[in-house]
């Protein structure tokens, strides 16, 4: 391949509103290098941190311009040398890409790329990486959850709350989840909560309490703390665990009520994962493929140029259903 071929890609060339994402029609094709694969993009998923990312107000800032994205499903065009785990024509997904999921192709270690089986669609491959290893990462690595506790989701309907729906339901775990909307509730049920509820009705917390009879729960996987910290350092067991996945500003809440329980609020971030726990969580999640029950939930679908409304439609609706993806190919 010479490395003139031209693609499509988004760009991004100023952090600001979801209009700074721009699509270009001459971007180059990148080359993979050593231990990289470069992957014809078939389906891309969209995460809220891509917004946070975008608007520039995220820790980390990639240096501009860039193309968002690192969750992609698609087939192996080419291996770099070293690679040996994927050649080329193989479905795969990954978990994060060196130069940008938002495009027509995208290069990615080899670490970060997975074969996805036959039974899962593109779309639904795109749905696997940052909801389903940040969902065993809060779990497993972060909360240290264990078969016979019970998990409360809140915020169960999005990609990494359906993700850790089925995750926990895997585990062994009693599941709990929220949504805000009747469809999300639903959503919640059918993938592995056994109990779901809706977070915009007033008293929803009394009936999580009423209902596990006011033992509390073990662990809140929680979506968005900004609104929901407070409510949850209350309805903990004793040595309860909030995990924190998501949060879109500031909360006030009381030290006292972790002394109460001796709980512990902890942060979660792929980012950190070491290369042991990425193996570790692949296996599992593979082993959840083969078994049929890590089935991605896949929410709107959006082309490429529509990516600007995506990124303003991820954090404005009303309720997630599923997760967001961009149709490529």
């Known amino acids: 391949m010479s490395g003139s071929r031209l693609m499509r890609a988004i760009r991004v060339r100023e952090f600001g509103a979801p209009s700074v994402l721009q699509l270009c029609s001459e ?96 779309a639904q491959g795109a749905a696997i990486g940052v909801p389903y290893f940040t969902a065993y ?78 033992r509390g729960v073990d662990v809140v996987v929680e979506m968005l703390s900004n609104v929901n910290l407070g409510k949850d350092l209350q309805m903990l067991a004793i040595g309860g665990r909030v995990a924190v996945v998501g949060s879109r500003g500031p909360i006030e809440i009381n030290p006292r009520d972790t002394m109460a329980k001796e709980s512990c609020i902890m942060g979660v971030a792929l980012f950190f994962a070491t290369p042991e726990e990425k193996r570790e969580c692949a296996a599992l999640l593979y082993a959840g493929m083969e078994a049929g029950w890590l089935r991605p939930v896949v929410g709107s679908q959006y082309t490429l140029d529509k990516a600007a ?15 967001m993806i961009l149709n490529v190919s």
């Open 27 to 122: 971007v180059t094709v990148p080359q993979p290098g050593h231990r990289q694969v470069l992957i014809r993009v078939r389906a891309c998923g969209v995460n809220p941190v891509e917004t946070y990312i975008r608007s520039g107000a995220y820790a980390r800032k990639p240096s501009l311009p860039y193309t968002p994205g690192t969750d992609v499903a698609g087939v192996v065009e080419t291996v770099g040398e070293g690679v040996t785990a994927v050649k080329a024509g193989d479905r795969v997904f990954t978990t994060n890409t060196e130069s940008g999921g938002y495009a027509e192709y995208a290069v990615a270690a080899d670490d970060c790329v997975h074969k996805l089986p036959d039974a899962l669609d593109f």
């Open 137 to 214: 990462r809060a779990l497993v690595h972060k909360a240290h959850a264990k078969a016979g506790e019970t998990v409360l989701i809140h915020g169960a309907s999005g990609g990494v709350g359906v993700a850790a729906c089925q995750l926990s339901r895997a585990l062994g775990l009693r599941v709990l989840g929220t949504a805000g909307t009747p469809e999300g509730v639903k959503l919640a049920l059918n993938n592995g909560a056994h109990l779901a509820f809706n977070h915009r009705e007033e008293g929803y917390t009394d009936k999580i309490m009423e209902a596990i009879e006011g």
């Open 309 to 323: 409304q995506a990124h303003h439609d991820i954090i404005e609706s009303p309720g997630a259903a599923g997760k």
